[in-house]
């Protein structure tokens, strides 16, 4: 039997117990406990301490029902009316919140790596503190403390300069052309 089936056997009902404590449906329990082991058959090379493997997925399974938990609350299930629906957003916003978000990784791109790796970890690999604490090898509240200095960073580097504004400009002032680089 291989590690993955031996870990489905000795962990499914207790995680699916669990799963129904949080949920109280059966088929939503179900669905928590096949995408906690969908992320460990992802994810598994990450934990180097293989003992802790309940604890990982206990813990992933809770991850994943706030993750739902927190998606529902963000969409209704009744249908829009007039004005609802007039106010879904656009193409073009969409295409602007494209370009933002390309604007965001470029910034985050020219980041010190202190502060870069710890942001990407975080935001775009969804690693908790701890994990990213043992993949950097430093302590948690070094994590803690690059994150918020690396997102004031990025926003301060985000709000500077208008997201349109090219990067060599020609100002026209009453005394003269200067360029500025911006």
């Known amino acids: 039997m291989s590690e993955f089936a031996e870990l489905v056997d000795a962990h499914y009902q ?20 096949q995408e906690t082991f969908c992320i460990w058959a992802a994810k598994n090379e990450q934990l180097r ?4 493997a309940k604890t990982w997925l206990f813990t992933t399974l809770h991850r994943e029902f706030l993750n739902q938990r927190r998606r529902a609350s963000k ?8 004005d609802q629906a007039e106010a879904i957003i656009a193409p073009q916003d969409d295409a602007e919140r494209h370009l933002d978000g390309q604007r965001a990784m470029d910034l985050l791109g020219q980041l010190e790596e202190t502060y870069r790796s710890p942001l990407a970890l975080f935001y775009l690999q969804q690693h ?3 994990e990213i604490a ?3 090898d430093i302590p948690m509240g070094t994590v803690m403390s690059r994150l918020s200095r ?3 960073m990025l926003r301060h580097r985000m709000t500077a300069e208008p997201a349109s ?3 060599n400009i020609l100002h ?11």
């Open 14 to 33: 207790a995680l699916f117990r669990f799963g129904m404590s949080l949920t109280r449906s059966a088929d939503r329990a179900s669905d928590l406990v």
């Open 49 to 52: 301490d293989r003992s802790k």
């Open 75 to 82: 969409y209704s299930d009744e249908p829009l009316d007039q």
């Open 128 to 130: 908790s503190y701890k």
């Open 134 to 136: 043992e993949i950097l």
């Open 150 to 152: 690396g997102k004031d």
């Open 165 to 167: 504004a090219p990067k």
């Open 172 to 182: 026209l002032e009453p005394g003269g052309t200067q360029q500025r680089n911006g």
